[in-house]
C-alpha cells in the first residue's frame, strides 16, 4: 500500500488499484463497526457504552440535577468539567420512567456521536499532515501533489499503527477522539508557527479533560507569551463564563468544589473522598496502563490479593519517573524559541505521552492520542525522501505497538494488560520520538550554521582591504 514513488510523471495524482482497495476496506471496516457499537450501546439489555454517562449529564443540565450526583444506566458518574455536559445537551437521555418530550432517541444519540468522533479522528489527521506538509524543510514535500501515496500515507498508517485503541475509544463512546483532534489542532497551530490559534486549541482540551494541562509545560519552556494569553483567555471562557451563565456562579463555583473533592484530589492520592474509588481510582478497578498503575501491578500479580492502593513510594517512584521522561523531552528540544515544524510535532506527541503515563489512570482506549507522535515519526522518516516506506526497525516498532495495545483485549490476557504492556510499547514510541528529536535538533542547528556562512560570503568584500 505504500511502495511506489509520490511523484512519478505518469500517475502523479490519485492513488492507485491497491490504494483504492485499501481505502475503500477501511471505510467499509468503520461502517460495519459502526453498526456493532450502535447495537451494543442502543439495543442490548446492558448499554456497553460510556456513552450515557455524558447523556445523562447533559439531561442533568437541563433539568437542573447535579451532574456529578446523577448515573447512567450502568451506575456510572460524569467524571469531566462542566463545559463538556453543557455541550452535550442536545444529545441529552433522560433516566428510565422520565418524560422524553423533545428528546432524540437513544439509539439516534449514538449514531451521531459515532459520526462525529469519525469527523473528529479524520479531521485531526488531515490538520496536522497538512501543517507538516506546508511547514516542512523538504521541498520534496512542498512540490508532492495531494492524493498521491505519500498524502494518503501520512493520514493513514497512523490510523492503522493505532486503530485498537481508536476502535476501544470508538466502541466505548470515549471522547478520545475529540480531545484527539483539540490536540492535533495545538500541533498543527504550533508547527504552523501560529501561537494564539495554539493557546485556544489547548485550551479547548483543557476544558475538555484536566490533564492536557500538562501541556502548558510546551508554551512555557518556549517563552511562548502570546500562546499562554490565549490558553488564559479560552480557559476563563470555556470554565467560567459559558458554565456561570448555564448554572449561575454559585453553583458553578460548587460543581467545581465537588470536582475537586471527588475526583482530582482523590485521584491525586489527597483526598478522603472515596465515592469514586470502586468506579475509577482504585488499582483493581480500571484496565490503567499509567506508570504508577505498572509499578503497583508488577508488585502485586495476584489481582485477588493486590492492594487497592499504591504506597507513597511507588506513587513517588511514579512521579519521579514521569518528570524524567519530561525533562528529557525538554532537553532533546533544546532551549530553542522557535523550532522546525518536525520538532513541535515531535516535542507535542512525546508530550502527550508523558501526559498519558503520568495520569494516574490511563486506559487502553487513551493510546489513540499516539497518533500525533506516529505521524510525527513518520514525517521526519520521509523527510527528502520520494517513496513513503518504512524501514525494519520502524516495521517492527509499529508492528510491536499494535500488538501490544491488541493483546491485553484477548480473553486470559489480563496479565499482561496489568503489567502494563501498551505502557511499555508507548515508551518504545517515545524514544524512538527521542533521538528523532535530537536528529532534528542537530539537523537545525547544521542548516543554520551554512545559512550564517553563507550571508557572511555574501556580505563579504569582494577585494581584500589594500595593504599598508
Given amino acids: 500500500m505504500l511502495a511506489g514513488p509520490c511523484i512519478s510523471p505518469s500517475r502523479s495524482y490519485g492513488i492507485y488499484l491497491w490504494d483504492r482497495r485499501g481505502l475503500i476496506v477501511l471505510i467499509a471496516l468503520f461502517a460495519v463497526f459502526g453498526l456493532v457499537v450502535e447495537k451494543r ?30 448515573q447512567d444506566e450502568n451506575g456510572w458518574h460524569y467524571q469531566y468539567p462542566p463545559l463538556f455536559a453543557i455541550l452535550m445537551v442536545p444529545l441529552a437521555d433522560p433516566p428510565l420512567g422520565a418524560d422524553r418530550t423533545g428528546y432524540i432517541p437513544y439509539a439516534l444519540s449514538v449514531a451521531i456521536w459515532y459520526v462525529f468522533s469519525l469527523a473528529c479522528l479524520s479531521f485531526a489527521v488531515h490538520h496536522l499532515a497538512v501543517a507538516l506538509e506546508e511547514n516542512s524543510l523538504s521541498r520534496m514535500d512542498r512540490i508532492s501533489p495531494g492524493f498521491c501515496k505519500r498524502w494518503w500515507a501520512l493520514r493513514l498508517l497512523p490510523i492503522l499503527v493505532c486503530l485498537t485503541p481508536i476502535g476501544h475509544t470508538m466502541m466505548r ?15 498543527g497551530a504550533l508547527v504552523s508557527k501560529k501561537s494564539g490559534v495554539a493557546g485556544l486549541w489547548l485550551a479547548g482540551a483543557i476544558c475538555l479533560k484536566v490533564i492536557p494541562g500538562f501541556l502548558l509545560l510546551i508554551p512555557l519552556w518556549r517563552r511562548d507569551g502570546k500562546c499562554l494569553a490565549c490558553c488564559l483567555i479560552g480557559l476563563i471562557v470555556g470554565l467560567v463564563i459559558i458554565p456561570a451563565a448555564v448554572f449561575g456562579p454559585s453553583r458553578t463555583i460548587a460543581y467545581y468544589r465537588e470536582y475537586d473533592e471527588k475526583l482530582l484530589r482523590p485521584g491525586l492520592g489527597n483526598g478522603t473522598d472515596q465515592s469514586r474509588a470502586k468506579e475509577l481510582i482504585e488499582m483493581t478497578a480500571n484496565d490503567s496502563q499509567s506508570i504508577l498503575a505498572a509499578i503497583h501491578n508488577s508488585l502485586y500479580p495476584d489481582r485477588l490479593r493486590r492492594p487497592p492502593h499504591p504506597t507513597e513510594i511507588v506513587r513517588w517512584t511514579a512521579q519521579i519517573i514521569g518528570g524524567v521522561l519530561a525533562l528529557a523531552t525538554l532537553a532533546a528540544a533544546g532551549w530553542r524559541r522557535h523550532a522546525s515544524g518536525g520538532s513541535m510535532a515531535l516535542l507535542i506527541g512525546m508530550f502527550i505521552l508523558n501526559m498519558l503515563l503520568l495520569s494516574p489512570v490511563c486506559h487502553l482506549h487513551y493510546f489513540a492520542l499516539s497518533v500525533p507522535l506516529v505521524m510525527a515519526v513518520l514525517d521526519a522518516t520521509w523527510k527528502r525522501k520520494s517513496v513513503p516506506r518504512l524501514g525494519p526497525g520502524l516495521w517492527l516498532l509499529f508492528g510491536v505497538h499494535w500488538i501490544a495495545n491488541t493483546l491485553p483485549h484477548l480473553p486470559g490476557m489480563e496479565l499482561v494488560r496489568d503489567m502494563g504492556l501498551a505502557m511499555y510499547a508507548a515508551l518504545a514510541l517515545w524514544v524512538i520520538g527521542f533521538f528523532y528529536l535530537l536528529k532534528e535538533r542537530y539537523n537545525s542547528v547544521a542548516a543554520g550554521s551554512r545559512l550564517n556562512e553563507r550571508r557572511q560570503a555574501v556580505n563579504a568584500p569582494a577585494f581584500p582591504a589594500a595593504v599598508q
Fill in 41 to 70: 450501546s442502543a439495543y442490548m439489555q446492558r448499554r456497553m457504552t460510556d456513552l450515557g454517562v455524558y447523556l445523562r449529564a447533559a439531561w442533568a443540565v437541563r433539568t437542573g440535577e447535579d451532574i456529578y450526583d446523577i
Fill in 173 to 187: 463512546g470515549q471522547v478520545n477522539l475529540l480531545l484527539l483532534a483539540l490536540l492535533c489542532g495545538l500541533a
